[in-house]
């Protein structure tokens, strides 16, 4: 067996662990007496967790029609969350004073673990967070010494606080595929022609960067609106006209992520912090860094036009 094999093999065994856990969140939800909602989001951890677990098995067309009954039961609001059980304050208080700073290990070993990985060897990045993330999860039992029927409290009161917006990662990637093949970038690229006079450079990179921003703002995800917006504008109004593709290409990237900090859309950034700290304002988040973004996006226009010309 070559490392890739082993590796994607590897990347599957995680996926089927995810989708464990959310299974096990539908148990709860299941059992949960007082919950209003109770079969609409059962069904969906349960959709989900299938989909986690037999995604390569499952055609692609009942794959679809699953996450079309998914979206069904968000719209009507069938996805909420059930009784969970509450922290002591007084015990976590406690263990946050006596774990101290070490609470941030974990974390670390994530990035430090999933980056050698990445660097060092031929497995995938994304197997390599997977690795790295089983590690920490062993790391976080030795540093707070806590149960495992802890954890799965900890993990379904997580996955309840999210809701729906655990699967917004998923949908957003591949938006950005189906985008790519519709063919929208060319669409775009002709509409940008008939605004932007020809060989201008400075109206040419701020709609690369503006468009970025936007785009991403619309798709909640950066690395799915570059390849529209680079194809679209990029390629005939910044690299066309001389621009360096890998310096404007990173600058683009940058100012997609002014468009992750404006958006609900970018659910991991500014939804998730909002569910886990049930903070009674859901943009705040946004509303902090709506200022940032915008100067940011600001500076990257004159950024591209002097370094990557």
Known sequence: MDINTFSNILLQVFYIMVGLFFLLTMLFTLKDKNHKTKYGTSLFWGILGVIFILGEAIPSMITGLLIVVIGILAAFNQINVGTIKQLDSTFANLKA????????????????????????????????????????????????????????????????????????????????????????????????????????????????????????????????????????????????QGGDPIIASALAMTAGFCGTLLTPMAANFNVLPVALLETKDKNAVIKSQAVFAIVLLAIHIPLMYFLAF
């Open 97 to 240: 004073s006596k774990i101290g700073i070490k609470i941030f290990v974990p974390s670390l070993i994530i990035a430090l673990v999933a980056l050698g990985i990445a660097q060092f060897t031929p497995i995938s990045g994304v197997t390599a967070v997977g690795i790295a993330a089983i590690i920490a999860l062993i790391a976080t039992f030795i540093i707070t010494k806590a149960k495992p029927n802890e954890f799965i409290e900890d993990s379904n009161r997580m996955f309840q606080s999210i809701g729906s917006t655990a699967i917004l990662p998923q949908l957003l990637a591949a938006l950005g595929a189906l985008f790519t093949a519709a063919g929208v970038g060319d669409i775009i690229s002709n509409m940008i022609s008939s605004v932007i006079p020809e060989g201008n450079i400075l109206l040419g990179i701020s709609a690369y960067c503006i468009g970025m921003a936007i785009f991403t703002a619309i798709m909640g995800n950066a690395f799915a609106a570059f390849s529209v917006i680079t194809v679209g504008i990029g390629v005939p109004f910044v690299f066309a």
